[in-house]
Structures are given as structure tokens and as C-alpha cells.
């Protein structure tokens, strides 16, 4: 009988569980953590790329991506799983551009994510996405910053982590967050946060991580790796 619930994606557990979506947040606990945290003048997101072998091209290995020019999202799990619904997230932005002549706003591409991912939850012959995004981004309702699950739901959070450790890291984030923090001490807060990740012997790499700090300034939302240095 457990089996039987083990294998299928559409059937509950006498406990209540889907296990198949349980098992996808699995994959996730395994996946480099993200930090996104909310600050006085945008939002900066921190990815560790964890780079384990020394013939890695860390530029080749991606963790944020631009989805329009107010809206970033990070990954933390099967970035290829990630890779999908980004593709699908640039076409429900370039779309509603196209249709509205107005960018998206965040929650409504949140909620149109969330309705895929959750859409394989319920589907045979079909699996699951292994993995969790932070949607982050400015409109004309403020800056918001979303996590989608892999079953679909969505949470909107001020400061937000996915991927290994995650209660860890929000543990310390809640302990710490304040409001209106500048992008220096929101930047620094993101960058204790993946230190806990991290064993005592091990250093977080400015070559290995991606910052994208989201302003009202669009053009300027990669963060020179030497601004990453000398705030390391």
C-alpha cells in the first residue's frame, strides 16, 4: 500500500501527503542556497553558485535570471527544472508587454508561475518541478519578493532564503532583518546568511556568487565583482 501512494503523483496519503512532491523538496534541501532581502531603496539577491571542481567555468553556471528589466529570480534545486519556468515566465512577461503596453507587475507573474507549477502536481504521466524560486522585483505597487514552492503555493516574504539550510538561514535572517536597511547592510546581512551554509573551513568565493541588486535603476543591477570583494 505505501508504494502504491509512492509512485503516484495524484493520490493522497491516509497522512495526507503527495510524496512525489515531498520528495521534490528534497532535491531542494540539497540545492546551493539563495538570499533575497528587501532594503530602504530595492532588493538584493545573493546566489551561491558552489562550485565543486576547479574546471568549472563559474560564468557558465547560472542561478539568477533577468526575466524582464524589473523582475529577477533565482533558483535553488534542478536549475533545469528552474530553466523551464523561466522561459515560460520571459514569455508571460514579453506577452502581457505586448498585449497591455505595461510591464508586469510581480504578483501577477507569481500567481501565473504558480498555476504551472502546481498544474504538474496533479497531472499522470508527469513529475513534479525539483526546485524553489525567489521572485524578486519592483512595480508600480512596490518591491516584493516571492518564494514559489514545489507545490505550487507562493509566500511573499521581506526577506527570503531557499535551497540547503534553509531554516537555518531564515532563522537568522528573522533574528536580524530590520527595515529600511541601506543596500551595504542588506548586502552584508545576505552574505552572513550563506555563510552559515558553510562548514568553518570553507570561504564563500566573489568569483562563485551572483548579486543583482533591483532598483528603480534598471539599467544597473549587476553588481561589479569588485564591489562584491571588498564587501566580502
Same mark, same amino acid.
Given at each position: 500500500? $505505501?508504494?502504491?501512494y509512492d509512485?503516484?503523483?495524484?493520490?493522497?496519503?491516509?497522512?495526507?501527503?503527495?510524496?512525489q512532491?515531498?520528495?521534490?523538496s528534497?532535491?531542494i534541501?540539497?540545492? !546551493?542556497?539563495?538570499?533575497?532581502? !528587501?532594503?530602504k531603496?530595492?532588493?538584493?539577491?545573493?546566489?551561491?553558485?558552489k562550485?565543486y571542481? *576547479?574546471?568549472? @567555468?563559474?560564468?557558465?553556471v547560472?542561478k539568477?535570471?533577468?526575466i524582464?528589466?524589473h523582475i529577477?529570480?533565482a533558483? *535553488?534545486?534542478?536549475?533545469?527544472?528552474g530553466?523551464?519556468?523561466?522561459?515560460f $515566465?520571459?514569455?508571460?512577461a514579453?506577452e502581457n508587454?505586448t498585449?497591455?503596453?505595461?510591464?508586469? &507587475?510581480v &504578483?501577477?507573474?507569481?500567481?501565473?508561475?504558480? %498555476? @504551472?507549477?502546481?498544474?504538474?502536481?496533479q497531472?499522470?504521466?508527469?513529475?513534479?518541478?525539483? @526546485?524553489?524560486?525567489?521572485?524578486?522585483?519592483i512595480? !508600480?505597487?512596490?518591491?516584493? @519578493?516571492?518564494e514559489? &514552492?514545489? *507545490?505550487?503555493a507562493?509566500?511573499?516574504y521581506?526577506?527570503? !532564503?531557499?535551497?540547503? %539550510?534553509?531554516?537555518k538561514?531564515?532563522?537568522?535572517?528573522?533574528r536580524?532583518?530590520?527595515e529600511?536597511?541601506?543596500? &551595504? %547592510?542588506?548586502?552584508?546581512? $545576505?552574505?552572513?546568511?550563506?555563510?552559515l551554509?558553510?562548514?568553518?573551513?570553507e570561504?564563500?568565493?566573489?568569483?562563485?556568487l551572483?548579486?543583482i541588486?533591483?532598483?528603480?535603476?534598471?539599467n544597473?543591477? %549587476?553588481?561589479?565583482?569588485?564591489?562584491?570583494?571588498?564587501n566580502?
Amino acid at each position: 500500500m $505505501a508504494q502504491a501512494y509512492d509512485r503516484s503523483i495524484t493520490v493522497f496519503s491516509p497522512e495526507g501527503h503527495l510524496y512525489q512532491v515531498d520528495y521534490a523538496s528534497k532535491i531542494i534541501e540539497k540545492g !546551493s542556497p539563495a538570499v533575497a532581502i !528587501s532594503y530602504k531603496d530595492g532588493i538584493v539577491v545573493v546566489a551561491d553558485k558552489k562550485i565543486y571542481s *576547479s574546471l568549472i @567555468v563559474p560564468k557558465s553556471v547560472e542561478k539568477v535570471f533577468k526575466i524582464d528589466q524589473h523582475i529577477w529570480i533565482a533558483c *535553488s534545486g534542478l536549475i533545469g527544472d528552474g530553466r523551464r519556468l523561466v522561459d515560460f $515566465a520571459r514569455q508571460a512577461a514579453q506577452e502581457n508587454k505586448t498585449y497591455y503596453d505595461d510591464p508586469i &507587475e510581480v &504578483e501577477t507573474l507569481v500567481k501565473k508561475i504558480a %498555476n @504551472v507549477v502546481q498544474y504538474f502536481t496533479q497531472y499522470g504521466g508527469a513529475r513534479p518541478f525539483g @526546485v524553489s524560486l525567489i521572485i524578486s522585483g519592483i512595480d !508600480s505597487l512596490g518591491k516584493h @519578493v516571492f518564494e514559489i &514552492e514545489p *507545490s505550487g503555493a507562493t509566500t511573499e516574504y521581506r526577506a527570503l !532564503s531557499i535551497g540547503q %539550510n534553509k531554516n537555518k538561514l531564515m532563522d537568522f535572517l528573522e533574528r536580524k532583518y530590520k527595515e529600511n536597511l541601506t543596500f &551595504e %547592510n542588506a548586502f552584508n546581512l $545576505a552574505i552572513k546568511a550563506l555563510n552559515l551554509n558553510l562548514s568553518s573551513k570553507e570561504k564563500l568565493n566573489p568569483e562563485h556568487l551572483e548579486v543583482i541588486n533591483i532598483n528603480k535603476d534598471i539599467n544597473k543591477c %549587476n553588481v561589479p565583482i569588485e564591489l562584491i570583494k571588498k564587501n566580502l
